[in-house]
């Protein structure tokens, strides 16, 4: 592939290299990018792609349309992603969701894919506009750096009734008390307050962000890749000292704890009942804005929404 050159063969993502720096984009804007099988998968191959490739020397990681990612796809629409060229469901019976260990093996079979970002050498930028929910923390933690606009939404609602996370980095992040903080309450943080707590590394002004982080990756473009992988992982050695590897398989583990709970049965039976939308919408209005304020009283009016005097 030439420099600035974009593959075209990815079926929910796109790929394009320029300046010693590969971009991917989350493609899937209707959905909000919401992470199906097949665009995890996709973005594991396109991560090794761009770890492969040695003019590239760090990732962009991005989403199109109004939001970074605002979770994982719950609609039950997305296709499975063969485990094998040679698996046939027709002939063989294979895993489903059957049991507590099919819904273990299946987390960890996407945890996989979503590790990428943390195991493969390059560093990678994830660049956060608009929704960065669920999942889409997910990514953008496992990055190595978090650039996001300002008025970012960063948090975790679905551990209000549906489970637990799948990936873990929020307390190597912004610490153990605020990320129960958030976590026990699903409440959210705009990119501002995510930098104030340290969940992530920066927040600018929206027109501002992508000069921010073609900057950065400008920056890193001038040293040797080589350099930057040794960098990047003695980091993440000190990290998996603090058992963050570790976190991750006991993290699977513990999400499906999560959905063997009865706030998870009822999150279901709702579904099954009333759809999705009006499942998420019932949750979530009985948080008003849904919001957590990271200074100041949290003073609220009578619909939950934080007042604007601290």
Request: hydrophobic share 40%; glycine share 10%.
């Amino acid at each position: 592939m030439e420099e600035g050159g974009t593959v075209s063969r990815f079926e929910t993502l796109l790929y394009s290299t320029q300046d010693g720096h590969a971009r991917i984009t989350l493609n899937r804007p209707d959905k909000l990018n919401a992470l199906s099988y097949v665009m995890q998968a996709e973005l594991s191959a396109a991560l090794w792609e761009a770890d492969n490739d040695r003019d590239v020397h760090c990732v962009i990681l991005e989403g199109a349309g109004r939001a970074f990612c605002a979770g994982y796809d719950l609609s039950g629409a997305d296709g499975d992603v063969p485990v094998s060229p040679v698996e046939d469901k027709d002939a063989r019976s294979y895993r489903g969701h059957r049991s507590i260990d099919d819904d273990a093996w299946q987390l960890e079979r996407q945890q996989r894919w979503r590790m990428a970002l943390f195991d493969m050498h390059k560093p990678v930028i994830a660049k956060v506009h608009g929704y960065c929910l669920a999942g889409g923390c997910d990514l953008a933690l496992l990055a190595d750096m978090v650039i996001a606009a300002d008025d970012a939404t960063f948090g975790f609602p679905p551990a209000r009734d549906l489970g637990a996370l799948p990936n873990n980095f929020w307390v190597y992040n912004c610490g153990p008390q605020w990320a129960k903080r958030l976590l026990l309450t699903g409440d959210t943080v705009t990119g501002t307050e995510a930098q104030a707590i340290g969940l992530i590394l920066k927040a600018v002004p929206g027109e501002h962000l992508e000069d921010e982080v073609v900057g950065l990756a400008g920056r890193m473009a001038k040293i040797d890749p080589d350099l930057l992988s040794a960098n990047k992982r003695i980091v993440n050695l000190a990290m998996e000292l603090m058992g963050a590897r570790t976190l991750q398989r006991l993290a699977v583990e513990n999400d499906v704890r999560g959905h063997n709970t009865r706030a998870a049965d009822g999150f279901r039976a709702s579904v099954a009942e009333k759809g999705l939308k009006a499942t998420l919408r019932a949750r979530d209005a009985a948080f008003g804005d849904g919001r957590a304020r990271v200074f100041g009283p949290e003073t609220r009016d009578e619909n939950g929404r934080l007042t604007d005097d601290p």
